[in-house]
């Protein structure tokens, strides 16, 4: 293809990018970055002189550059979406698309460093810019996060239907979906608990008390009442068995932990 050609090509490539960034519902800044640098790389090459793009050694940068923004296009669109809550929600389970993020900028960086364009690269592809970029779409999100637990349980409105008139599991049930996402911010932000939680989660099967329907109460204690409940993604019976704890510090958590991993082991 004509290095002209391609060129308009990438050009109309950026601008429809720039034009999705202003709409997207998360990563907003991480986009916007990725965004601007797609348009210095154009920009300097729109200057060039036609004979100059011609020369044969380019034709092929030109090729990689082309597909990388089509890339970079795809990968934007995803997050301009109407439902932005789920959006949000799953943008938290993808650790906000860091390593994708990360491997389209160095992507772009090789690009513009094999079009021998004359830019300041360590300016413009500057680390630790990326690393604001992350923190400030975080704090977006865990600022909405009240609204996303509210918009993910009125999706979920049909599966809770037969529970909606007990106030305080619908409460219990809000609170754990709230705590599922705050776990998810924090460890993005903190990989060395991230990796703890990863670890735990690998002695037993974890379901999380917004997944759990209660149906009928079969037994009851001075510390602990058992139900006859639902796992309700998985559509399973189960027994539930809440145990009434006044106070949950870190030592009294991981000694609990390790009773259900003993406890998973001798039944396993």
Sequence with gaps: MDPTVILNSTFQTGLLIKQIVEDVKANQQQCKRLSERIEAINDNLQSRKGQELKRPELKKSLDNFSHCIQDCLNFVAQFKDDTWASKL????????YKDQFVELNARLSQCAADLNLGINLKQIFDHTLDGKDQKVD???????????????????????EQYKNNREYMKQRFQSLKYS?????????????????????????HIPYYDLGLKQRIGHGGFADVYRGTWLSQHHEVAIKLIRIQYLDDTIRKDFVNEISLLHLVLA
């Design 89 to 96: 929600w799953k943008v938290l389970k993808n650790h906000t």
């Design 181 to 205: 996402l705050q776990q998810d911010i924090m460890k993005i932000r903190d990989p060395v608990r991230a990796n703890e939680i990863t670890e735990e989660g690998r002695e037993f099967l």
């Design 138 to 160: 975080l704090s977006y999100i865990e600022s909405k996060i009240d609204k996303i637990a509210e918009a993910i349980e009125k999706t979920n409105a049909q599966q809770c």
